[in-house]
């Protein structure tokens, strides 16, 4: 029985086959359902490393994971071993493993040229990837693929991924740009789902055995009239008509022995609103109880702060809500507490589908729609496939639970057709950011720069876009060549020559009559030309052909076909150079704004944008450089830094801290700086982000000028967790200008002296 060093069941077959493809020293990517056990492949890896005394790098999307995991392997592999690097903590860089972010990853490679491996990377074997799905992820997913561009070859990469639905595109891509690589996927779940529908206060088999719906569940067709916009069209089904009551699907769960479970609400409103709509709900026996109020009152002994978590009292009855409005230190005590079994049940937001570790015996979700941007959508598959596969434990539970809840006009057959749909393909995402340019053109040659846009995923599947359009320029030009041979009965003609001549002898015929009627003298001069031009048309063999007619289709479609593939392969051409004309428009407005020499080196100021990691470095740059900063006080410099690094505010209505009014009296200049560049970037066809968001900025004042924390939140209006993050991004922004070369040495000084007043207390604790 073939087992790990460390679990304890016995391995499946694509654990085996993806270790094996390892040990054989290729690249892999792993593709399995949620709670498949992709783990187990990530920890062998390691173990290959430490056997070998070579290097393992483990990068994940969240810090939530990365952190959650470097407890993880301290424990099974030994502290020494295992190094930590985030934005926020730096621990054993020297270790054999090292957990860190993708974005850490990918800066490590930045300064690295084509074909030379930094001495940080020497050692390195292995690059973990989990959650490598999230290269499908719109605003992040260019990290992932500039990371597997740019990695040394000798490193194997193992990726491991929810499941989607063109992995082989992903393998064709790593094959032809970093070495061989194996894909290895799997559909089996250790623990099988099975999902159920809850509706009028009952629940219900969502499917029969052989994947169909429930005929209990099916809906009469006039019922759903007016209700529909299309399948998966966009609608708003938000719930709030034909609500199904939180905590009669919890009492139910309970009575079913489904509990803990994960309880997806897609609104923080929602899952505050679920906590306190179970409050009267008894989950918890006398020994879980004394057992979890134990742990609580640990936690807070070593975080006072953990005592004013305004939902205490409802985490005290094993019920808790969990999204990124809460402190991390509440969020990770309540992911301890569920992991024990504590927690009963947990209302979150997607934040739990996206890999921590946190099994549960089910999941419900509460809505087949969520919001966004542009209003409400129906659920993906994927996100729905990653939501249930939360569901069953492996080794506890000999099955898991995946209730649907009816809220709103969808039906249970909507939801059946999500259980059994396919999860999207995976695209790409990458970005020519200024920060990537400046980078990549400080290492690179300008042609080696464009060699690896070429590489990139997205150039990939644009080549496998433009192999059809090839093709059919390719069929386009054999019909031409199968069209040129002639329909001549006998003497073979130029039937275009011939309208040539005759529209020739047609004008001389029109001439001849004005001349006449002019009684001028030339037409007698012109009657000899009418003679020779008659006689050439009518001895032409396509005078008087039979075949005419079809030879004209002929050569109609012959043109027709010239200019459909004169159109295909000007828009392959387009194609084909849409990166690289994207990433060209970034180059041009940096020289045009001195940030780059003609020869496409880095400028001093091109150095100090590139060393800033900011959706808009550009933006945050030319702020730097202006007076906008110069003539403050350390204490005034976070909260107007903050207005720059903090994207639109949520709750705006309900904020009752004032704006700061150094912000006001610096407006003029602000607007001065967004202007200079909105416009630049509008002359070069630019489009990215110039956002000034002056909300938190009357908080971070207040906390710089040493305000305590509950008094800061106490009344804000803003959850704790949206204020701490402001701070926390001001921070990391504040810490990078400080390290920033070329930049004015008052800014730096400012900088370095702004640092130990914000990062203090809890914003220090913060992970």
């Known amino acids: ?55 393992v790098f483990y990068t994940a999307p969240l810090k939530a994971l990365i952190n959650q995991k470097y407890a993880e392997f301290c424990d099974e592999f030994g502290a020494d071993k295992v190094g930590i690097i985030t934005g926020d903590t730096n621990k054993n860089r020297d270790s054999q493993i090292i957990v860190m972010t993708t974005e850490i990853y990918r800066n490590m490679l930045y300064g690295t040229t084509f074909g030379s491996i930094d001495p940080f990377l020497e050692d390195l074997q292995y690059l973990i990837f989990d959650e490598f799905h999230y290269i499908n992820d719109p605003s992040r997913g260019t990290v992932w693929e500039e990371s597997v561009i740019y990695s040394p070859k000798k490193v194997q990469i193992v990726a491991l991924s929810a499941t989607i639905n063109n992995p082989e595109e992903l393998i064709n891509w790593i094959q032809e740009i970093h070495g061989e690589c194996k894909l290895v996927q799997t559909d089996f779940r250790p623990v099988p789902l099975h999902h159920f ?24 067709s006039d019922n759903r009239l007016g209700k529909r916009k299309g399948k ?19 009492r139910e769960l309970n009575a079913r022995d489904m509990l803990p479970a994960i309880y997806f609400v897609f609104s923080r409103k929602g899952c505050d609103m679920a906590v306190k709509d179970c409050r009267d709900i008894n989950l918890l026996n006398k020994e879980e109880a004394t057992k979890l109020n134990q742990e609580i009152d640990i936690a807070i002994a070593h975080n006072a702060h953990l005592a004013n978590f305004n939902q205490l009292d409802l985490l005290r009855k094993g019920i808790a809500a969990h999204h990124a409005g809460m402190l991390p230190q509440i969020k990770a005590l309540i992911e301890d507490l569920f992991s024990q079994a504590l927690v009963k049940v947990v209302f979150s937001t997607e934040t739990l589908a996206a890999g921590i570790n946190m099994p549960a015996k089910a999941t419900v979700i509460n809505n087949m729609s969520k919001a966004t941007d542009k209003g409400f959508r129906t659920l993906k598959a994927s996100e729905f496939m ?109 039937l275009n020559f011939y309208r040539e001549m005759h529209g020739k002898l047609d004008i001389t015929r029109t001439q001849k009559k004005l001349l006449e009627k002019k009684m001028d003298p030339r037409v007698d001069e012109l009657e000899d030309s009418l003679e020779i031009l008659a006689m050439e048309v009518k001895s032409y063999p396509c005078n008087g052909c039979t075949k005419q007619k079809p030879c004209s289709k002929q050569m109609d479609k012959i043109k027709r076909y010239r200019k459909q593939s004169k159109v295909i392969e000007s828009k392959v051409e387009s194609d084909k150079n849409e990166l690289w004309y994207e990433f060209s428009k970034v180059i041009k407005l940096l020289q045009a704004e001195g940030y780059l020499d003609e020869k496409h080196h880095a400028t001093e100021r091109g150095r100090s944008c590139a060393a800033l990691r900011s959706d808009n470095s550009y933006f945050i740059t030319e ?49 001065n700086v967004c ?4 416009n630049s970037q509008r002359h070069f066809g630019i489009y990215k982000s110039v956002t000034v968001n002056a909300n938190l900025s009357g908080l971070i004042q207040r906390w710089a000028e040493g305000c305590e924390w509950d008094d800061l939140v106490e009344n804000s209006g803003l959850d704790d967790g949206d204020i701490l993050r402001g701070i926390r991004r001001t921070l990391d922004m504040t810490k990078q200008i400080s390290k920033c070369p070329n930049i004015s040495q008052e800014i730096q000084n400012l900088a370095n002296d702004s640092i130990a007043l914000i990062e203090r207390d809890i914003v220090l604790d913060a992970f």
């Open 1 to 55: 029985m073939a087992t790990t060093s460390q679990e304890s069941f016995k391995l499946d077959d694509f654990q085996k086959e993806s270790i094996k493809v390892i040990g054989e020293g290729h690249s892999v990517i792993v593709c399995a359902p949620t709670g498949a056990g992709k783990t187990v492949i990530a920890k062998e890896a390691i173990r290959l490393a430490i056997a070998t005394n070579k290097k």
């Open 197 to 220: 529908y809850f509706k009028d206060e009952q629940m219900f088999p969502l499917l029969t055995t052989n994947g169909k719906l429930n005929p209990k569940l099916k809906e009469r």
């Open 232 to 250: 998966f069209g966009n609608r708003d089904n938000s719930g709030n008509n034909n609500k199904t009551s939180i905590s009669s699907v919890v």
């Open 386 to 494: 990653q939501m249930s596969g939360r569901a069953g434990r492996r080794g506890m539970d000999e099955a898991g639970y995946v209730v649907t809840v009816k809220n709103g006009n969808f039906d249970a057959s909507e939801v059946a057709f999500l259980v059994n749909s396919k999860a999207e393909d995976i695209d790409s995402h990458f970005n020519a950011s200024y920060e990537m340019v400046l980078n990549l053109l400080q290492g690179h040659s300008h042609d080696e720069v464009k060699d690896l846009i070429q590489k990139s995923f997205g150039q990939s599947l644009i080549n496998k876009h433009l192999g059809s359009g090839q093709d059919e320029q390719k069929r386009l030009e054999e019909a031409i060549m199968d069209l040129q041979h002639p329909l001549c009965p006998g003497e073979i003609g130029d």
């Open 623 to 671: 702020l730097l450089e202006s007076d906008v900063f110069k003539g403050l006080e350390p204490k005034d410099f976070p909260h107007l830094l903050s207005c720059f690094v903090i994207g639109e505010g949520r709750n705006r209505d309900r904020l009752h801290a004032d704006t700061s009014k150094i912000f006001y009296k610096k407006e003029k200049k602000i607007q």
């Open 675 to 678: 202007r200079k560049v909105v």
